[in-house]
């Protein structure tokens, strides 16, 4: 089992205030079906019926700051259902949480401009494509965040990738962002400096499965 989190921007998830100025219940899209993002998945229509069935959004899945699971949630999820344009989502931020007071602000501000779904998926959940990975079954839905940064996907990973999973340079940076939280391009560096070691230590094994036995052994 493998999680990930995928980032929509506001304007792409139609997000929008209800009940009036004083009153912190919004709704709008927490995914949207057929976009490529910028790792190259898609989501499929379809995909979250399996893990919304039987769900109650207000107990089952979590609303979090930037997927900080650790802290106090700043709302809950009142509606969440899939139509054929993505994943619905309705929810009220808690009256009288200082930060939900903050991020309505920022909100409204335009300064925290996304949400971003945290879900698990198998290796049966998705094909492969040609620009990266088409989810057609989400095996649970964890949390939906609101979020700072929606077109920087991978820094919002809050699981682990299988290490079973790399099977390219390209998954290698991707598992360090992920783990590591690291920049695109400090990934990069970083692949590139251990790229060079594991050139020299090698010993004539192949690149990648030398690479990946480092990461393996890394203390992340």
Same mark, same amino acid.
Not at 79 to 86: A, H, N, Y
Not at 136 to 155: H, K
Not at 178 to 206: E, H, I
């Given at each position: ?85 993505? !994943?619905?989502?309705?929810?009220? @931020?808690?009256?009288?949480? =200082? *930060? /939900?007071? $903050?991020? %309505? ?70 598992? !360090?962002?992920?783990?590591?939280? @690291?920049?695109?391009?400090? =990934? *990069? /560096?970083? $692949?590139? %400096? ?27």
């Amino acid at each position: 089992m493998q999680g990930i989190c995928k980032t929509l921007n506001f304007e792409d998830a139609e997000i929008k205030f209800v009940g009036g100025d004083s009153v912190g219940t919004f709704e709008g899209y927490a995914s949207v079906f057929g976009v490529t993002d910028s790792d190259g998945d898609v989501i499929r229509p379809g995909a979250f019926k399996s893990a919304l069935h039987g769900r109650r959004p207000m107990r089952d899945v979590a609303m979090f700051f930037n997927h900080r699971k650790f802290d106090v949630p700043i709302g809950r999820w009142t509606e969440l259902t899939e139509d054929s344009k993505g !994943l619905y989502a309705k929810g009220e @931020l808690t009256p009288g949480h =200082a *930060q /939900a007071d $903050m991020i %309505r602000a920022a909100m409204k501000h335009g300064t925290v401009g996304g949400m971003s779904v945290g879900f698990t998926f198998t290796n049966e959940g998705f094909t492969k494509s040609a620009t990266g990975r088409e989810f057609i079954n989400v095996a649970s839905l964890r949390e939906i965040s609101l979020c700072t940064f929606p077109a920087n996907e991978q820094a919002q990973i809050t699981s682990m990738k299988a290490l079973d999973s790399i099977e390219s340079i390209r998954d290698c940076e991707s598992w !360090l962002r992920d783990v590591a939280l @690291l920049s695109k391009s400090d =990934a *990069q /560096a970083f $692949m590139a %400096r251990v790229k060079s070691a594991t050139l020299r230590d090698s010993g004539g094994r192949d690149e990648l499965t030398a690479l990946v036995e480092c990461i393996r052994k890394s203390p992340l």
